[in-house]
């Protein structure tokens, strides 16, 4: 059974920093693209960040772009978002998500339906 864990969300000021985590089990992903977003409440999930396989191509939404950066240990099976200068708009509950293809080279990576996997996320809230 495949799991995405996520962890490391909180409660933080503006302009602090958060380190998010997704751990995956049941499979490896070390060949395949892996993403994070978003949804707030009220609003629909949106794109924040993804990694390819290769590790050498990484995409953002233009909100976080500059700010977050995504990453991934392989040998760990495990991808990371780094949130830097963090904004209350910034609020959301972070989903980790993984593409059960491998070397996937389409340029869809911002559609959630191009990922088969899924986190339960982590809440992240920004106070002003």
């Known amino acids: 059974q495949v799991q995405l864990v996520e962890s490391g969300g909180g409660l933080v000021q503006a302009g602090d920093s958060l380190r998010l985590s997704c751990a995956a089990s049941?499979?490896?992903?070390?060949?395949?693209?892996m993403g994070w977003f978003r949804q707030a409440p009220g609003e629909e999930r949106e794109f924040v960040a993804a990694?390819?396989?290769?590790?050498?191509?990484?995409y953002y939404a233009n909100s976080v772009k500059g700010r977050f950066t995504i990453s991934r240990d392989n040998a760990k099976n495990t991808v990371y978002l780094q949130m830097n200068s963090l904004k209350p708009e910034d609020s959301a509950v972070y989903y980790c998500a993984a593409d059960g293809r491998t070397f996937t080279r389409n340029s869809y990576y911002s559609r959630s339906n191009e990922y088969d996997y899924w986190g339960q996320g982590t809440q992240v809230t920004v106070s002003s």
């Open positions: 990694i390819g396989w290769s590790l050498v191509n990484t």
């Open positions: 049941g499979r490896t992903f070390s060949k395949s693209r």
